[in-house]
C-alpha cells in the first residue's frame, strides 16, 4: 500500500480564498483523522472519522473549517474563507481500529500558507 | 479522560551516549502508548506501540519503551544515539473509552551532538 496519501502537499492562498486539502486513507482502514500543527499550538486534533461518520469534530477551531469523508477511500478539509492565522501543516491519519487497540499512520502533510 | 504528559521539551545528547525520554500517561481503562517520530519537514512515523502484550516492547532503530502501569510511565530509550536520531518524539495514548481517538504529548525534541 502507498500508505495515507494527502494532496498537495504545498498550498499559497490569499485571505479569504476557500482551500480544500484532500486526504486518501490506507486501503481497508475504518478510521480518519485530521491533525493541524504549528509551532504555537502542537498538534491538535481537528476532527475524526469512524466508518465514514464524524465521531468528535470538537477541535474544528470554527465554522470556517468543515470537513467530510463521503467514502471509505477520501476525505476532504476545507477552509472558507481562508485567513492568515490557518498557516499550519495540516496531517491526515487513518487507522484500523480494533477495541482502541491500533496504531495511526500518517501522510506527509499539507503545507498551508495563507497571505 | 486520557492525558499524556512528555517532560522534556528538548533533549540534548551527545553522539554514542543513550536516549531517554520521558513519558508519563493517564487513562480510566487499559491503554494503548505509541512513540511517534518527526523528522525536520516529514510526517510522523511509528517507532513502538504498547498495547497490553509484552511490557518492554521494540521498536525501530534500536529504540525500546517500558510499560509500567505502576509509574503510569512510558519512557522511550536507546543505548547509543545516532545523528540521524536529532527529531521530534511523541509519546501517544489511547483507550476504549475515548474511542481510537489519539491523546498527543508535547513533544520532546531531540538534539544529538557530534
Known amino acids: 500500500d502507498a500508505g495515507v496519501i494527502q494532496s498537495p502537499r504545498h498550498e499559497v492562498t490569499e485571505m479569504g480564498q476557500e482551500v480544500t486539502l484532500r486526504c486518501k486513507p490506507i486501503?481497508?482502514?475504518?478510521?480518519l483523522f485530521w491533525y493541524r500543527q504549528t509551532m504555537m499550538r502542537g498538534l491538535e486534533l481537528l476532527i475524526y472519522?469512524?466508518?465514514?461518520?464524524?465521531?468528535?469534530d470538537s477541535g474544528m477551531p470554527e465554522d470556517r473549517f468543515s470537513a467530510k469523508m463521503p467514502n471509505a477511500s477520501f476525505s476532504t478539509l476545507k477552509i472558507q474563507p481562508s485567513e492568515p492565522r490557518d498557516s499550519a501543516v495540516y496531517f491526515c491519519?487513518?487507522?484500523?481500529?480494533?477495541?482502541?487497540?491500533?496504531?495511526?499512520?500518517f501522510g506527509q502533510g499539507t503545507r498551508l500558507t495563507v497571505v | 479522560a486520557q492525558s499524556v504528559t512528555q517532560l522534556d521539551s528538548h533533549v540534548s545528547v551527545s553522539e554514542g551516549t543513550p536516549v531517554l525520554l520521558r513519558c508519563n500517561y493517564s487513562?480510566?481503562?487499559?491503554?494503548?502508548l505509541f512513540w511517534y517520530v518527526q523528522h525536520p519537514n516529514k510526517g510522523l512515523q511509528l517507532l513502538l506501540k504498547y498495547t497490553s502484550a509484552a511490557t518492554l516492547v521494540k521498536g525501530i532503530n534500536g529504540f525500546e519503551a517500558e510499560f509500567k502501569k505502576s509509574e503510569t510511565s512510558f519512557h522511550l530509550t536507546k543505548p547509543s544515539a545516532h545523528m540521524s536520531d536529532a527529531a521530534e518524539y511523541f509519546c501517544?495514548?489511547?483507550?476504549?473509552?475515548?474511542?481510537?481517538?489519539?491523546?498527543f504529548g508535547g513533544g520532546t525534541r531531540v538534539l544529538v551532538k557530534p
Open positions: 472519522f469512524n466508518n465514514n461518520v464524524p465521531i468528535d
Open positions: 487513562s480510566s481503562y487499559s491503554p494503548s
Open positions: 501517544v495514548v489511547s483507550d476504549e473509552a475515548a474511542g481510537n481517538k489519539l491523546t
Open positions: 486501503s481497508g482502514h475504518n478510521s
Open positions: 491519519a487513518s487507522s484500523l481500529y480494533v477495541r482502541g487497540k491500533a496504531e495511526a499512520f
